[in-house]
């Protein structure tokens, strides 16, 4: 059985705040975008030849494009007292909390991304248990706010 390396165990000061996103997306979304292909050629498969080529190489793309998007900007996050951890498929990356810029709610609900001063972004999503609360509170600012506190983010 193969260890983990040192900095993607869980500490004991660590708190999880967003996980069991990332993994699960991307199988949904690969196995999507595949069906979705292959489903796209079923129906064509009367028209020409060219055209069936053509939707079919652009819905592939499309769909990749997003499948590797997503699959490289979601991430798992803990917090200890000092950083921030997040996990994505690049690897694990820690950083200090003061250098995140803002944290801010994305298109769908349980869905936020932090911003770092040097501009670079992490989306996540919250603990299912949080995001179900969410969800069913409709209460997200509220959550956002929670949330903002908890990583000492004061927005300017």
């Known amino acids: 059985m193969k260890r983990k390396p040192e900095d993607e165990r869980l500490h004991e000061n660590e708190e999880i705040i967003g996980a069991d996103y990332t993994v699960i997306l991307q199988w949904i979304i690969l196995v999507g975008s595949t069906l979705f292909s292959l489903f796209t050629g079923y129906i064509l498969r009367d028209t020409p030849f060219s055209g069936n080529l053509f ?4 819905c592939v793309l499309v769909f990749f494009i997003v499948c590797i998007w997503r699959l490289f900007s979601f991430a798992d996050v803990s917090i200890s007292s000092t ?7 690049t690897g694990t990356q820690r950083r200090l ?12 609900i349980g869905n936020y991304y932090m911003e770092f001063i040097d501009g670079y972004k ?3 999503r ?3 248990s949080e995001f179900l609360s969410t969800f069913f509170s409709n209460d997200a600012p509220a959550t956002l706010e929670r949330l903002r506190r908890k990583l000492k983010v004061i927005e300017i």
Not at 55 to 58: G, H, P
Not at 83 to 89: L, N, P, S
Not at 97 to 108: C, Q
């Open 55 to 58: 939707l079919i190489i652009f």
């Open 122 to 124: 992490v989306y996540f």
């Open 126 to 128: 919250l603990k299912n």
């Open 97 to 108: 909390l003061t250098d995140i810029k803002s944290i801010e709610s994305g298109i769908t």
């Open 83 to 89: 950083h921030i951890i997040y996990r994505k498929m």
